[in-house]
Nanobody, 124 residues
Framework: QVQLVESGGGLVQAGGSLRLSCAAS????????MGWFRQAPGKEREFVAA????????AYADSVKGRFTISRDNAKNTVYLQMNSLKPEDTAVYYC?????????????????WGQGTQVTVSS
């Protein structure tokens, strides 16, 4: 069992930066693939970024590529999402998720555990 707790969300002006953190409980964190997803009001949850257990493989949605960076520190049981050059369309609740796979997926249904989400609001 893995419990995930996100933090770091908030209100930022367009062009600004935020770093989200996701702290995980459980001794097997290092064996999970981790993902970040987001959901804006009235929209479906969408893939943002994912990272393999070893950090050797990462993937990004086209909409955030070049602006967001996913990373993890297995010693701290934490995954991060550094978000730069934020845009108003990045406004959403951001969720981290863990999947018991050695590969990464963009499909949210492939993830086994989810955090409660953290709100990110980007003003224009």
């Amino acid at each position: 069992q893995v419990q995930l707790v996100e933090s770091g969300g908030g209100l930022v002006q367009a062009g600004g930066s935020l770093r989200l953190s996701c702290a995980a409980s459980g001794r097997t964190f290092s064996s999970y693939a981790m993902g970040w997803f987001r959901q804006a009001p009235g929209k479906e949850r969408e893939f943002v970024a994912a990272i393999s257990w070893s950090s050797g493989i990462t993937a990004y949605a086209d909409s955030v590529k070049g602006r967001f960076t996913i990373s993890r520190d297995n010693a701290k049981n934490t995954v991060y999402l550094q978000m730069n050059s934020l845009k108003p369309e990045d406004t959403a609740v951001y969720y981290c998720a863990a999947g018991v796979y050695s590969v990464i997926y963009r499909n949210p249904h492939m993830y086994n555990y989810w955090g409660q989400g953290t709100q990110v609001t980007v003003s224009s």
